[in-house]
């Protein structure tokens, strides 16, 4: 058996943790784990008589059961039968999670196994020395089967959360297919794995991401820390441009004092390369120039089905550059894509990428599902950079009417 420290055992009605997982209970307090339950409800519809005796009953129960095993018991004081999985609730659960103790949610009436599942607790938006992986990924509608293969090689890459960057199913309006083409396919990965997505145009501004996900902020966009790494998300399908409330945010945030990483996560990129669509100058020449002004030291973006990593990209001699990145082959069909100057590596396949990230340097590589790994990159805070390249200015991004093409 494991060693485990400490054991959260959480049920929505007395005695539920014990139903489900006494003997396993039983066996790691036998081999010094500390418990403790936390119920949610003290089940006043679960017993004979009034409520108030079901109550007692079953509340008597409860504390002997825990007596039993020296457990701490905490009640959450929910009504029996009126218990809503939401948000507010989670949140409250997380109240009495410390440290990282091994987590049971035993379902005692049989049904579908959930577990058990572990997780490790997020690094503190301070912690400048633990160096950690998170992964990145997009545009996983359509095709779940494909999805799954991508999903499942992002577990098997343990990173400590992945990005998702938009267009997570073909019709956002379309509630079943946020289970058929996103969480079913996703789910052995989304049980270790914490998910933040960003909105593609495929989601057609519905309130399912949001209801679906605990996201910060108005779930459109948000800033996230994870130790020495700073993420922010954008909603490019709503206003950015000048006198946008969007914009006006996204100011602020990036007026923040942050000493780590600075990265932009939103789903169409500015100088994509795709052959029937091209560069998104809209977001080249409204939201390119605050990410320089501000040393945003990457974009992850899809839209375009392929893989793409820039060359850091700037506007002016002196500038230090982004590097845009493309990670759109999460199942939707691939797309094709012509060569640019700014490009440093792309490729039409289904993958995922992880980044290992220390405080002055970031490696990644860009995966296939069967494990092969078809770019490798390094990234350093400071210093230069070698293969920096001058955008096109003006309408910039368009480096094809730069070299005098016609765009499409
Ligand atoms: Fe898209």
Redesign the pocket.
């Known amino acids: 058996m494991m060693n485990v420290k400490q054991v959260l055992g959480i049920g929505a009605h007395p005695d539920d943790v014990e139903l489900g997982a006494g003997a396993l209970l039983s066996l790691l307090h036998s081999q010094g784990s500390e418990i403790t339950l936390l119920v949610v409800s003290k089940g006043e519809l679960g017993a004979p008589g009034t409520k108030d005796e079901a109550l007692t009953t079953r509340v008597a129960e409860q504390q002997a059961a825990a007596d039993s095993l020296r457990a701490r018991l905490f009640f959450m004081n929910q009504r029996d039968g009126y218990i809503r999985f939401d948000a507010d609730l989670v949140q409250s659960l997380e109240r009495f999670v410390e440290g990282d103790p091994l987590i049971l949610l035993p379902s005692p009436e049989g049904g579908e196994s959930i577990g058990p599942y572990y997780f490790t607790t997020a690094l503190a938006a301070d912690d400048r020395k633990t160096p950690f992986r998170f992964a990145v990924y997009g ?1 996983t509608r359509s095709f779940p089967d494909r999805h799954k293969q991508v999903a499942d090689a992002i577990l098997r890459s343990r990173p400590r959360f992945t990005l998702v960057l ?2 997570l199913v073909a019709t956002g309006s379309d509630r079943a297919s946020w289970d058929t083409e996103f969480f079913r396919p996703a789910r052995a990965m989304g049980a270790y794995v914490p998910m933040l997505p960003c909105y ?3 989601e057609q501004n519905t309130r399912y991401l949001t209801n679906l996900f605990d996201l910060p902020g108005n779930g459109h966009w948000f800033t996230f820390d994870y130790g020495y790494v700073r993420i922010i998300t954008l909603d490019v399908e709503q206003p950015y441009g000048p006198g946008s409330e969007q914009r006006k945010w996204l100011k602020k945030e990036l007026a923040r004092k942050w000493k780590g990483w600075l990265f932009c996560q939103f ?2 990129p500015p100088y994509g390369t795709c052959f029937w669509r091209g560069p998104n100058r809209a977001v080249a020449m409204h939201l390119v120039p605050l990410f320089l002004e501000h040393g945003v030291d990457a974009i992850f973006c ?2 375009d089905h392929y893989y793409m990593r820039s060359k850091p990209i700037a506007l002016e001699e002196g500038q230090r550059g982004t590097v845009q990145f493309i990670s ?1 082959g999460g199942g939707a069909p691939l797309d094709p894509f012509e060569d640019a100057p700014h490009v440093a590596a792309q490729k039409a396949a289904f993958h995922h990428i992880v980044l290992d990230v220390s405080p002055e340097q970031l490696t990644g590589k860009a995966i296939t599902p069967d494990g092969k790994v078809i770019d490798t990159f390094v990234m350093k805070k400071h210093g230069e950079q070698p293969e920096l390249i001058i955008a096109p200015k003006g309408r910039h991004g368009d480096w094809r009417k730069a070299q005098g093409r016609r765009p499409r």
């Open positions: 545009d938009g267009d593609g145009n495929h789903h169409e899809a839209h759109a």
